[in-house]
């Protein structure tokens, strides 16, 4: 059976960046955005950022729109990236600010809470460094632990699923990479602290993001993924298979050959392009993948990988992805 | 006799990106920019973007505000990558609003000729592409071309400088680095087209920037520098020397050495930093650079070059620079 | 009809790097090699580097081992980047070592022109710089260009192709892309100085190796190709197609669209693999594309790279490629 | 008190690379190397290669050149990278080569034992993979952690040092940063297992090296560090301090800040310079960190570091150590 396709809210709202100061299109509510998502089709989840836009908007407001467009809300992702925090969350060095976020994080918990979401995201995209000899690195170690810890001892209901990056919007990201980011959640502890593993953020951080999905799941920690791609120089958040398709396809692998079952779960930014379409595009790429992997000689693959036979591993791939290969 | 000091005047605006969408601090009108610009103290230029901010702001309004704060504007650099120009300006493939870039640059020129200007600068960000096929190279370069070239016709009197970049906004640029760029100069046939170099997007193109600018300077089409630094991987635009200021060394050499002359600019963007000082403290790296030139043993240095001996060469910059070296 | 098949004769050698010292297998003669290469099967044409394993091997004993193989050598690769000439080949501080190096370049030429060769490669390696400071670019330039210019005019009934790669082993290289190797080429000024542009080589310096391509195409000097993968960081030499498809496919697709006929080359290095076998791996991957190439939809295409539609252009090629799109 | 000095013998070896397959210079035997390692001078300390050259070298004849140039070895680097490991040391797929291997690191063990040594270094170059679906991924982790784990409880009186690496000669490593090898070596559990942490391999895997070496520090795993210096792309393994100045002082004043008070270590690779001069020149500009060091204002830094102003930090550090600062 397929698999359940998701995707973030932000994939359908307005993007800028410091260019288009003006945004890539006018500003997008959160009830248009999930309408959508909506369009899409083929979506069954969302993972929705919080504050809602408008801000005032009503919690039920919202959970009528997903039921209008056939959609569950899988996440609540605070935004603890704005302007408040741009000096850090968790790493505030404004103890103030950092309850702040700790507040604001709390009240998406509830929200999570009330759509009966699988987790709350935490995306600390302003906690790290720019600059050398900025940072008393063990503080900000020590903060981001303590934040954490204090969500998931507060709310032990609720999963908190970190989603690492090794840099933007900061030059340098605490919580940078899957070893590191599990380091931290083996250090705070608790049970229901885990990883959003993001395949772009893994790709362009230089790891193999199915040994990365490999090492989460061997601790228990795999909460969440998120794909898309990028050249491996920055994350462009580009559609799925656009560039790496044989490390996407073996990225799925992967996850099934571990027995990991949850949401395939886009993170695009579309920019220029049409972000219903790009959506599709992204899903219909995943469902060559899912088709894919059924044509995958699991033993022959297996034994190719035992003696770690590269190009024996390789044409067994080829032959179940590509449509042109001679015999 | 000290280089003259200038900064692109976004240095003082809001910066976004698209995490912290409601910006790094508040909006900015380019006259407060000019204030904030004229209290860093030992600038003397500044190259402002064109439209002002509100965009009804008088020409003679910023004139007086640049008088005010004994400042020059020493080039006007169009806004061609916001929304009206996600797609493209001088590529744009609309022709209608190629035509609208090449209207809004020429309303730019009209600007700099009535400011006194040097140059216009042409940041073609939003000119490249995203995905593998998404694309005819040839027609990019071929609209590049012709644009600049119009421009360039239609204004002989001004000068028009290409800063170059790898990329961002768009995933590659066509004007990407300096020797294609210069293909592309010498291909348009026109001497008032040349060269913008930041030090940054040299840096994180794989560039020397001292040979960049040595490759500009050789061909007579150096017509600006911006400086900044990076961590070699994007364009972090951070405050000049905090990384590589053993290069910025090089690169400023570079230019002493082959008689280059011009403007010593900053391209700055402290995010989370106090504008002012940042811009300060990049000038107080060039200062202590501009002193440690004179610093440089010349005659023992080319002697190192000649017979290529990176350790001798290395051995003469470090005495000039470092204050704690042992004898 | 199918492409001719090519590959450097290194493909079949021994490899060896700074940590195997001892080799990644033992020694191999050029003979040797030619007769791996001819266990290919698929293969027309090798790139022989000159000297011979041993040196005084005769070119008539190379002639009939090409012979019995059914191969015939497309070029010669002068050994210009070991012990001797570490320090550069063309730009080496001292005229001796320069002098030996187009000494060694033109032995090479008179045996290219014994075997009915279609050019010399020159591959300057070792022409390059390690620190910042440590020549004087102008210098190196200028060496470079007097070197090749001077071989050019001696040899005009000879092409010389210049392979261009970013770095390694040199830390920069002065042919490090395709713009400035044509700057370059253009400055030295004869028609018989053209590119081999390397896929990988032109991948991981930041190209888009099609986009590379149509430009020295539109020069008239796109001369030669190798191909190859790896991992965008540095020059992998994995087999062709094993990471990035999709690009090779964009740069196989553009080299016909622009008419481009030459041989399809491997560069290869299969370090642990076995290279017969990781040879037909990297020519079945090549068929697949030539035979996706009559797949796709051309006038589709055009039209969504008119519009610079990625979306668009992307669905063609995946249709081309993949054997489980969904409908 | 001046930190002890050290280095690498293969600093002072002959360097081969896959293109001046001859070498970088003549071979070099292990007491020629210990020998040249005396005539830097300044350096206490050395890490040996292991098995000797030539191969029947006897410890005693090590230990006499040692004395002789009142050196001592601070450690043995077992040689688990040459030709019988390429497919990987402690992760090869056959098991009588991962016997070997460990039968290697033992016999390198007990010489350390013989020679006073403080550390085992272990460096699985060879262990990793090269291409996407090559390996189990977990199978990989096994085997590394298996063997580390026979190693360290063999010898309980011995220390093993882990160098991690992203990647080189492998493109993939097992042990490729400091969260992951942590990881490992927890999961091993075991005391006398740690890391040696390679200032240059930090940088260009992404991380921040003082944040690393925190890191490694909090958990009481920092055996051993070395240092060199890159263009943060590859393991450039250039002389200390030629590009990255203010982030190796950063890495000493953490190290300073935590405790940590091992030998200072050069891994350096002077392909085409003076080995020796190398080396003097390496720790030259340790000696004018390590003087620097003093002159920073630490309570500014801590103040400066707990409000995370990175100006601030930036113009204390600065001050302690540029000669030509305008006041």
Known sequence: MEPLFGAGIWHFGQYVDRYATDGYGPPVTTL??????GQVGSLSVVDLTYPFNPVDLAVSDVSDALKRNNLRAIAITPEIYTRKFVKGAFTNPDAAVRREALSLISEGAEVARELGCDYVKLWPGQDGWDYPFQADYGQLWKYSLDGVRELAAT?????F????KPREPRNRMVFSGVARTLLGIEEIGLPNVGILLD???SLYGGESPADAARLAISR?????IDVNDNFRGWDDDMVVGSVHLTETFEFFWTLRDLGWDGVWQLDQFPFREDQVQAARDGIDVMRAIYRALDLVDRDALRAAQDAQDALAAQRIIRKALLS???E
Chains 1, 2, 3, 4 share one sequence.
Not at 32 to 37: F, G, K, Q, S
């Open 220 to 224: 228990g920690r795999l909460f969440a």
């Open 199 to 201: 395949f772009g953020h």
């Open 32 to 37: 248009e955005a999930i309408d959508r998502a």
């Open 161 to 164: 699923a970190i989603e690492y």
């Open 324 to 326: 042109t290969l001679p």
């Open 155 to 159: 709310f032990p209901d609720l999963k």
